[in-house]
């Protein structure tokens, strides 16, 4: 097979509220970003394990993003701080695992603020372009276990 | 299992960026796909019956729509798919237009992403599964918290549309800020003219329970049915009994003594008083913290209020009672409280006596106020008056950026006032923006200016005190330069700041608030009365500052939802929850610390969690947390989550 050339894979876990709202909001005003990330519609983002974000790594991902209310503004009252909390703890555990906690990306977004969205996948992708791929992933592409 | 899926070109919002065929020919291919169309406008009319012919004659079982954000035609799509006999909750939308369209040059790329994001939803759409929603039966009851205009609004339309209303106000009157104006801007409609009418009302209404000199103590349950607990504090004046003569505040040993809370100690009254003498209910009410009976137990040889009173309605002996009542709905309608002015210490508020904030001085201007209307302030008629604008209000550094929407149409309002009964009294406002957005309020502004106030813009930077005169000092931002004037009166245009007891009230009723601390509404454009919880409602300055007008049609609008909710004897739950499977329970307990609206409730007996559907909100942290995986969050299930995901690697 053909190898092509390598572009990030990046996954977005988003909350409904204020992120996606946010990503719509870049949409509306049209805020251009590169096509990179790959969103996944999640009513909080507390729903979020480290199981799903842990899959990801481990099918190809070279970076997952989080995007969450601003504190104090969550729909569900304190579920980001929720997140926080796992996120802290997970970017940890990645490091321990020879990935770099900047791949795991949590961000505030609200849903007024498509600007920011833009800006932050620009900013992720372009950092991860520099890091290269997911380290899991080096060994030919080949992917573990489904 | 057979997917239909529709590509949507939206005009061509869509069609420009992604290549429509590439994307209907490589779904074709896609596992369970059965159908694969695209269609200029999906959410027209055709589109939909497209949908819907589908469904009857391919007898398909789940639909994919790949279009707009689902926050926008979600709803369009789950009733198309519902009006052919499929479950609502069998539809996945694929938002190729907000989150890849629009924001993407690169065709070809946009195009892959495209494909990428349709087979997500077709993985997920085809582990989806109906839900119903369950019915939750509603009490025809409802609770009005804070009686000022737009609480009194709210508890009057909801009772004459034939329900009951508890209005519950922890002043001993109704009537809130609004019964300490004068006159209203722009129209200088007589304030008391307006409210006390409506004040009246209420208490007449057979609908309207008044609970006065009370606050809300608890409120357990949910949307349809809410359990109420009202705490009332003890009068000291028997309700029935008191006719309102007030021939006990003039008998009281420390009339005239006590500064007044109404009139922010402009005024004072006695131990026993009513705040002002419109005030409903107009029944008297003891100091707790002034009254000698009750600091010392002892007032002279007997209490002269008790021998003043032929109806025998002093009663020292009351205690505090509880009311338990169940409500189906809630408005929130707890007002603000004023900027306290020594935040800015520049201006001297704690210092100078004649420096007044914008509500004190609406007490001068009122007949029933410490001057009985007349501007006579400190003993001496003011003959040069600034009022400083933006006091607390889009200030950063006392953490207000917002604008408080008010202040520039009453500092205009009190402008006028002062140039009506005082035409040689110079008016000089100083201000930051003028900002006359109301109807009316334009043209006010303009005859302010024309009746001789006169207006420079910039902000005042201090006052101070020299040869028994204030001075401010300020900078013309018109002109770029610093001046002075001499005043009398410094009037400080204090902003809104959310109310103290907000804070009670948002953790009972699990409430969001914003950054500003105000309550939040659930949408800021269409749904700016309801809140994130169903049921609570909110209404006038609880939610952001708004002026009369604003909290009155807000008030309405909160009310017109209470009895669409009132109206129906049982209301759909949103079934997007999280269910437990008490096989794999074990009973952790781990859940329930992470729910914001207590919707867990361990059942001893069997050792299981359960989770009440009408309290759950379907946020999932619990189903993210459980260490058995025995949460199950409807519709955004882990394995469709991770079916998603792998689709989009």
């Not at chain 2, 007589?190 to 209420?202: F, G, Q, R, S, Y």
Request: hydrophobic letters at 35%; proline letters at 5%.
């Amino acid at each position: 097979m053909e190898k092509q050339q390598w572009t990030p894979k990046i996954v977005g876990f988003l909350c409904n509220w204020c992120c996606y709202a946010g990503a719509d909001m870049a949409g509306t005003s049209r805020m251009k970003y590169p096509p990179n990330i790959r969103i996944i519609r999640v009513m909080c983002s507390s729903r979020i394990n480290a199981e799903m974000i842990l899959k990801a790594f481990q099918t190809g991902a070279d970076a997952v993003f989080i995007g969450g209310c601003h504190p104090g503004d969550c729909h569900y009252v304190d579920g980001n701080y929720r997140t926080k909390k796992r996120i802290d703890v997970l970017k940890r555990l990645l490091s321990h695992m020879g990935i770099d906690e900047r791949r795991l990306r949590l961000e505030w977004v609200s849903a007024a603020e498509g600007e920011k969205f833009s800006q932050t996948m620009q900013s992720l992708t372009d950092e991860i372009e520099q890091m290269g791929p997911n380290p899991l992933h080096l060994t030919g592409g080949e992917t573990y276990e489904r | 299992m057979k997917v239909g899926v529709y590509i949507c070109h939206c005009g061509v919002n869509i069609s420009s960026t992604v290549n429509i065929d590439n994307v209907v020919e490589t779904i074709k291919n896609v596992a369970n796909v059965a159908v694969c169309k695209d269609y200029q406008y999906m959410c027209s009319d055709p589109g939909q019956e497209m949908i819907k012919s589908d469904i009857a004659t391919h007898g398909l079982d789940r639909i994919v729509v790949a279009a707009c954000s689902p926050r926008m035609h979600e709803p369009t799509f789950r009733a198309a798919v519902s009006d052919a006999g499929l479950n609502p909750y069998c539809l996945e939308m694929a938002n190729i237009r907000e989150q890849c369209s629009w924001v993407h040059e690169d065709k070809e790329r946009a195009t892959e992403k495209a494909i990428s994001l349709v087979k997500s939803a077709v993985a997920k759409a085809s582990l989806l599964e109906p839900l119903e929603s369950t019915k939750i039966p509603v009490t025809h009851n409802a609770l009005v918290i804070g009686g000022g205009i737009a609480g009194i609004q709210s508890a009057l339309d909801i009772a004459n549309s034939g329900y009951k209303v508890y209005l519950v106000e922890r002043e001993p009157s109704i009537g809130g800020h609004m019964a300490k104006f004068d006159k209203t801007f722009p129209t200088l409609d007589c304030a008391a003219c307006i409210l006390t009418p409506k004040m009246v009302d209420v208490a007449r209404h057979p609908n309207i329970e008044l609970l006065t000199y009370s606050e809300v103590e608890r409120i357990d349950g949910s949307v349809g049915s809410f359990h109420v607990t009202v705490r009332e504090r003890p009068r000291y004046v028997d309700m029935e009994a008191c006719t309102g003569c007030g021939q006990c505040a003039s008998a009281c040993r420390l009339a005239g003594r006590i500064p007044s809370d109404f009139d922010y100690g402009l005024a004072k009254r006695s131990a026993i008083y009513v705040p002002f003498p419109q005030a409903v209910p107009l029944k008297y009410t003891i100091d707790p913290d002034r009254c000698l009976m009750i600091t010392r137990g002892k007032c002279g040889k007997s209490p002269s209020c008790v021998e003043a009173c032929d109806r025998g309605a002093i009663d020292f002996e009351q205690a505090e009672r509880f009311h338990e009542f169940d409500v189906g709905a809630v408005v929130v309608a707890t007002g603000y409280n004023e900027f306290q002015a020594k935040q800015r210490p520049e201006f001297g508020y704690d210092r100078f006596e004649n420096v007044l904030t914008g509500l004190e001085l609406e007490r001068y201007f009122s007949p029933n106020g410490p001057t009985g209307g007349k501007l006579f302030i400190n003993g001496k008629v003011p003959r040069s008056v600034v009022f400083v604008s933006c006091v607390g209000s889009r200030d950063k550094r006392v953490g207000n950026a917002y604008c408080s929407r008010v202040c520039c149409m009453y500092i205009a309002k009190q402008a006028h006032l002062i140039k009506e009964k005082l035409p040689d009294t110079d008016v000089t406002v100083m201000y930051t923006d003028m900002r006359a957005f109301g109807k009316g309020y334009e043209e006010f502004y303009e005859r302010v200016q024309k009746e001789g106030v006169h207006y420079r813009r910039g902000n005042a930077a201090e006052v101070y005190e020299e040869d028994g005169r204030l001075h401010v000092r300020a900078e013309d931002t018109l002109l770029g330069e610093p001046y002075e004037v001499e005043a009398d009166l410094v009037v400080l245009g204090a902003g809104l700041r959310p109310p103290s007891s907000a804070d009670g009230i948002a953790s009972m009723l699990h409430l969001s608030r914003s950054s500003d601390k105000f309550f939040l509404e659930a949408h800021p454009k269409l749904r700016p009365v309801d809140t994130v919880i169903d049921g609570v409602f909110l209404a006038g300055c609880a939610q952001g500052p708004k002026d009369i007008p604003d909290s009155v049609a807000q008030a309405c609008g909160a009310a017109s939802h209470v009895v669409n909710l009132l109206s129906k004897d049982y209301i759909d739950a949103e079934p997007i929850i999280a269910i437990v499977n008490e096989d794999g329970c074990v009973g952790c307990r781990t859940c329930e610390q992470l729910c914001p609206y207590e919707a867990h409730a361990f059942d001893e007996k069997r050792g299981v969690m359960t989770i009440n559907k009408a309290l759950c909100k379907g946020c999932g942290s619990c189903a993210a947390a459980c260490p058995s995986g025995s949460i199950s969050m409807n519709h955004f299930r882990n394995d469709q989550i991770v079916a998603q995901l792998l689709e989009v690697l």
